[in-house]
């Protein structure tokens, strides 16, 4: 109470070099947090742009990978019916091989006998032409004597 009335000028010029000191260490610190403000929503900016590019990527690689599922799937299913139609053109090609062969088989059978008697036949005229030969040439030798 009793320093109100008494105040002196250099008290004030403390006073206000100490406020001016004061406001200028806030001022600093307004700038700085100014600054790193600024900083935060830049990277906040920059985050959120990540985000969504991230986002977006990830939803083209899904849609990638449904389109793959889709085209697999037609694959397996073109696969499976190729694969059906081998075997079954396996199935017919190995049939008819069985049916060939069985017949040929068939027809050698029939064949056996017939070529039996028909090497007998020729090893019997085979003799006789030999037989015949022998007399040929007896006959000659006989002649040569004669003459």
Same mark, same amino acid.
């Given at each position: 109470?009793?320093?109100?009335?008494?105040?002196?000028?250099?008290? &004030?010029?403390? &006073?206000?070099?100490?406020?001016?000191?004061?406001?200028? @260490?806030? #001022?600093?610190? +307004?700038?700085?947090?100014?600054? /790193? #403000?600024?900083?935060?929503? /830049?990277?906040?900016? /920059? +985050?959120?742009?990540?985000?969504?590019? &991230?986002?977006?990527?990830?939803?083209?690689?899904?849609?990638?990978?449904?389109?793959?599922?889709? #085209?697999?799937?037609?694959?397996?299913?073109?696969?499976?019916?190729?694969?059906?139609?081998?075997?079954?053109?396996?199935?017919?090609?190995?049939?008819?091989?069985?049916?060939?062969?069985? @017949?040929?088989?068939? %027809?050698?059978?029939?064949? *056996?006998?017939?070529?039996?008697?028909? *090497?007998?036949? %020729?090893?019997? +005229?085979?003799? #006789?032409?030999? &037989?015949?030969? *022998?007399?040929?040439?007896?006959?000659?030798?006989? *002649?040569? %004597?004669?003459?």
């Amino acid at each position: 109470v009793f320093a109100d009335g008494f105040v002196d000028e250099s008290f &004030h010029f403390v &006073h206000m070099r100490l406020m001016k000191a004061e406001v200028s @260490d806030l #001022r600093g610190q +307004v700038e700085k947090l100014t600054l /790193e #403000r600024d900083d935060a929503r /830049e990277r906040y900016r /920059e +985050v959120s742009q990540g985000m969504e590019q &991230h986002a977006v990527a990830i939803e083209t690689l899904e849609n990638r990978n449904d389109v793959l599922e889709l #085209r697999s799937s037609a694959l397996e299913d073109q696969m499976a019916l190729l694969f059906g139609q081998l075997s079954d053109d396996f199935l017919f090609y190995n049939e008819s091989l069985l049916t060939r062969t069985t @017949d040929t088989l068939e %027809i050698q059978k029939e064949l *056996s006998a017939p070529r039996s008697v028909f *090497s007998q036949n %020729i090893d019997g +005229v085979q003799k #006789r032409l030999l &037989h015949f030969q *022998s007399l040929l040439n007896d006959i000659q030798q006989d *002649s040569k %004597i004669m003459n």
